[in-house]
T-cell receptor, first 115, second 113 residues
Framework: DTGVSQDPRHKITKRGQNVTFRCDPISEHNRLYWYRQTLGQGPEFLTYFQNEAQLEKSRLLSDRFSAERPKGSFSTLEIQRTEQGDSAMYLC?????????????FGSGTRLTVV | AQSVTQLGSHVSVSEGALVLLRCNYSSSVPPYLFWYVQYPNQGLQLLLKYTSAATLVKGINGFEAEFKKSETSFHLTKPSAHMSDAAEYFCAVSEPGNNDMRFGAGTRLTVKP
């Protein structure tokens, strides 16, 4: 297994456009998390899935944001009508808490720049 | 809700010197605590974690951290810094049963030759 994969690595988009990011977690991990990281800050929790169910969403996740994990494997994060304030690194992580390991495995992130 | 505070946004040490990165946490229940490292344009890599076992935790790359409940601290140390240790370090906390891992703002470590 190659770890958590995110695609694309970089995305530049014009304000008002929609963007979609993809995350492929470690195959046996049933939990998947999305975080946003702005320059000079730590990652901020956005949402998480247990298998295909989205169980928690942060207040940071406005109506323009939507995340899915339709088959409990990969996940997508879509941002509609992007704004300059959406420019950030979007990190995906996965975990398998049943192992009592508790640490998350992060992907390399998708850096979004809204111009 | 749980939170962490990392004292010092930037720490600079000489190669071979002691590394000390500070982290204090706030949690209403006994927490799980983590240190992650991030290199430029990369994701976060787990260095070590405390999950209520031994209070002195050893991680990768020679790093270790000690959980001190009385001080609500989980400082990261390494006896001798190496140039390759230059990176951003994040302390994180989660509460058992809570799926929201909270991160500190990070400490950028610079290692001078």
């Amino acid at each position: 297994d190659t770890g958590v994969s995110q695609d694309p690595r970089h995305k530049i988009t014009k304000r008002g456009q929609n963007v979609t990011f993809r995350c492929d977690p470690i195959s046996e991990h049933n939990r998947l998390y999305w975080y946003r990281q702005t320059l000079g800050q730590g990652p901020e929790f956005l949402t998480y899935f247990q298998n295909e169910a989205q169980l928690e969403k942060s207040r940071l996740l406005s109506d323009r944001f939507s995340a899915e994990r339709p088959k409990g494997s990969f996940s997508t994060l879509e941002i509609q009508r992007t704004e300059q304030g959406d420019s950030a690194m979007y990190l995906c992580a996965s975990s398998f808490p049943q192992t009592r390991d508790y640490g998350y495995t992060f992907g390399s992130g998708t850096r979004l720049t809204v111009v | 809700a749980q939170s962490v505070t990392q004292l010092g946004s930037h720490v600079s040490v000489s190669e071979g010197a002691l590394v000390l990165l500070r982290c204090n946490y706030s949690s209403s229940v006994p927490p799980y605590l983590f240190w992650y490292v991030q290199y430029p344009n990369q994701g976060l890599q787990l260095l070590l974690k405390y999950t209520s076992a031994a209070t002195l935790v050893k991680g990768i790359n020679g790093f270790e951290a000690e959980f001190k409940k009385s001080e609500t601290s989980f400082h990261l140390t390494k006896p001798s810094a190496h140039m390759s240790d230059a990176a951003e370090y994040f302390c994180a906390v989660s509460e058992p049963g809570n799926n929201d891992m909270r991160f500190g703002a990070g400490t950028r470590l610079t290692v001078k030759p």
